[in-house]
């Protein structure tokens, strides 16, 4: 492809899932071959785990467990805050627990079709087979899924899944898992082998002799900036939705910590690849901090439309029918409302760009349940969705029982990450990504329930036996604050923070922070173009020069000061946001939740272009403003075999 | 004032844009400021102009800290993060209300409470969590961190990663399933100790006891659990139970007091059958 804007490198490829057995052999036998650390000798490792969601929590619970001496460290103030506490809907499994056909092979199967064929198999494969024990796991330590009469645990179906593998608690799973994860967690704490480090947030990542071997982190409540060393390191730090400034992550979800690592060495695979929720509350005003996500469950018996009519401001109540276009219905007569996120969020893009959105802005379309409470009446609605009503009533001000909804698609999840292996290391030796941070398991697409499950498959299950392989060659030798890159790693981290604070321009680190998601959001969001990704890479390096030099943050470094941590936290989203849209144009096809404008059907759906782009992009920073270099890891399907995707 | 400076407007609402025109509430905040443990704290005045009655509270106090910073001054420090209400980390005193009052009048998390229950020329009171246990670490912000000691001292099952039977090998009522989830939601907050005249943590610790004490797997510790956990709470320095219930009445996740009742019965059982506090 004719661009300056990166170089092209040397291919890359997995070498620790054993290919030469069949897939279904291949954990097993990895968990095999993989070197184990004796019991007596795990002591004497250091492992540190930076987040404490579901990956990072049960990642280093299940290390303390181990006998690792482990060192947690998390921005919050307590573990349970990590953003894992926000997920609604529920965890997959193949349990088969309703006899209807699931399988270790099917959800295997399901989830490398829903991935839009962009996620490798072997890792697939072994998350639909540890998902049965994740279950076994929260149920032992007391996670109260939700229960049938007779005291078995219920399923139901998720995201168009075609069989009930779905366990939830009630729309609080992400809480429920989260908080079980957490008590493991203190547990281990408690017993001393995992040691805490609240409110530090990890800045830069130490590398002595090519591996591994430290972070920079700064405790945000006094400022101070320290090394902390280990004999490896895990990044469970989550993803970088907020790079869009509006997502539906929590405000203090960031990119930092893969970001600084990224910049240390760690390619960092598929950035552009973003999920984008269709359910959720508009947009109001300039002063929006966040956007809520309501379960896509309302589509089950919502209805969205629109006007027909371009401008119409009419009570939506006073539109007649046969002025309202029930858009999803009309163009997919087979699944309606119940197509997939990323179908539903680019046609509300559409007919919004169309002038027929509606509320503030016309950013919007209806969610009516009109005549669902004409059908079922108005309890069984309340049963089934009245705390999402309450909750959008709540936010709005507007009682969903009398006029639709408004909702609009937001930010949701990255599929994008570090680049791991099978045994979810990075490109440097002795740093491992687990959860979201990491690119491996949900391709171009992630289906409903299965962040949960990666997230936890990961820190139980994977993470804890595969770190052995490399800890076998440990401990390895003491490194202090004496070594020349340590030193350069503190001062890196010390120069920044005195720069940042001495900028004293204009702009706070918010208004950079909008700009920069606006940005982000028309040019790099549900539809992007080749004209488009131009216009944002010609803007991003003005926006960080701009940033550079005008940036305000008042206060001291040595306090508590959210305005210092919030500045960091955007130059770092302004650069990542480069790679994005570099990753956007280079890939010139659409897939999964990721709609090229050049590339689609003559009907204008997605067109997947498996003959150029079947392949992982794994980036790797140069220096110096340097383009970065695009490492290809070929994707082979030897048990799925490629197919469109088609919902009409 | 509005609520960015440069104008960049998200919802591609502008000024221009009569449904997005500044709605134009004037409130006079009264706010704790407090630069550390060992500052005295004083309460300090400021004025915030144009508050659309769709922000909700906290972004209310973004446009402050917005000016504040452009202004060279301290913003005010308070956490926050999901902004969904689920998290736990934000927690003000709000009108001497723990979290304010929500749209219905019942409890709310302070991020889920809106400007339209407040009206142009309010008066708003916002002070910390007050409570020995909870000291402040600047402003609004407290430290919470003997919550999760008290998680530390039994607030958990004992089941290492690995060693779990088949999930449906253990069978549990779906009454007790969905009275141990309700008490499961407890978000740790920590609004239960601001609202209690007693500054006691005890609906926290209850929801934990609770939880885990109504499922069978959480039988083989539960006599060890409610020991450890009440004299960690002792410890820490939290006030007595004397069943005033403003916790649970404060509760954004409606903890009914009936986990007080179960802690207390679960307590009686536990010393009688000998169980004492480690250490």
Known sequence: MPLDLFTVGDPIADTKAPVDV??????????????????????????????????????????????????????????RRAHSVAAQGGINAAKNYRNDGDSVHRLFYDTVKGGDFRSRENNVHRLAEVSVNIIDQCVAQGVPFAREYGGLLDNRSFGGAQVSR?????????????????????????????????????????????????????????????????????????????????????????????????????YFANPCYTQIHPTCIPVKGDYQSKLTLMSESLRNDGRVWVPKERGDERDPRDIPEDERD?????????????????????????????GRGVGPGGL?????????????????????????????AQITGEDPYE?????????????????????????????????????????????????????LADGYFVLPNTINDYLADG?????????????????????????????????????????????????????????????????????????WTNLKVSGDQDTINPTLEHAGRVADFIDLAELMCIDALHRNESCGGHFRAESQTPEGEALRDDENFAYVAAWEWTPEGAPPVLHREDLEYEYVHLAQRSYK | MTATREGASFASGTATDPAMAPHGMTLTLRIWRQKGPADKGRMVTYQVEDISPDMSFLEMLDVLNEKLILADDDPVVFDHDCREGICGSCGLMINGTAHGRGTSGGPTTTCQLHMRKFKDGDTIDIEPWRATAFPVIKDLSVDRGALDRIIQSGGYISAPTGTAPEAHSILVPKKDSDAAFDAATCIGCGACVAACPNASSMLFTAAKVSHLGLFPQGQPERNERVVNMIAQQDLEGFGGCTNIGECSAACPKGISMENISRLNHDLLGALRAGARPKS
């Open chain 1, 326 to 354: 029930y858009y999803l219905e009309r163009i997919y007569p087979a699944f309606g409302n119940l197509v997939p996120r990323d179908i539903a969020s680019r046609q509300a893009k559409n007919v919004c760009d169309e």
């Open chain 1, 403 to 455: 006029t639709p909804m408004r909702i609009y698609p937001a930010v949701h999840y990255t599929m994008g990450g570090l680049w791991v292996d099978y045994d979810l290391q990075s490109t440097i030796p002795g740093m491992f990504v687990i959860g979201e941070a990491n690119f491996s398991d949900h391709g171009a697409n992630r289906l409903g329930a299965s962040a949960l499950m990666q997230g």
């Open chain 1, 166 to 266: 779905t366990f939830y608690a009630r729309g609080q799973t992400g809480q429920q898992l989260l908080y079980g994860a957490y008590q493991a967690l203190e547990r281990q704490m408690a017993a001393g082998t995992v040691e805490q480090f609240a409110r530090h947030e990890m800045l830069d990542l130490i590398i002595v002799d090519g591996r591994a071997r430290g972070i920079v982190a700064r405790n945000l409540i006094t400022g101070e900036v320290s090394t902390h060393f280990a004999d490896a390191v895990v990044l469970a730090t989550g993803g970088y939705s907020n790079v869009f400034y509006l997502s539906t992550n929590a405000k203090g979800s960031n990119a930092t910590a893969i970001w600084r690592a990224h910049k240390r060495g760690a």
């Open chain 1, 22 to 79: 069949p897939i279904g052999e291949r954990w097993s036998t990895r968990r095999f071959r993989a070197r184990l650390v004796n019991p007596a000798n795990r002591r004497k490792l250091t492992v540190i785990v930076v987040g404490t969601g579901l990956a990072g929590g049960s990642a280093a619970a299940t290390l303390g467990e181990a006998g690792y001496k482990v060192k947690n460290f998390w921005f919050h103030d307590s573990p």
């Open chain 1, 364 to 392: 919007g379309v209806y969610l009516d349940f009109g005549d669902a409470m004409k059908r079922l009446g108005r309890p069984a609605i309340e049963a089934k969705y009245g705390n999402l009503f309450d909750m959008y």
């Open chain 1, 475 to 547: 401990p390895f030798e003491k490194v202090d604050d004496g070594h020349p890159a340590v030193a350069e790693a503190l001062q890196d981290v010390q120069g920044r923070v005195q720069k940042l604070l001495s900028i004293n321009g204009n702009r706070t680190p918010a208004s950079f922070h909008r700009e920069l998601g606006r940005l982000m959001w028309d040019l790099c969001g549900m539809e992007r173009s080749d004209e488009g990704l131009r216009k944002a890479l010609d803007r991003i390096p003005e926006i960080r020069q701009e940033f």
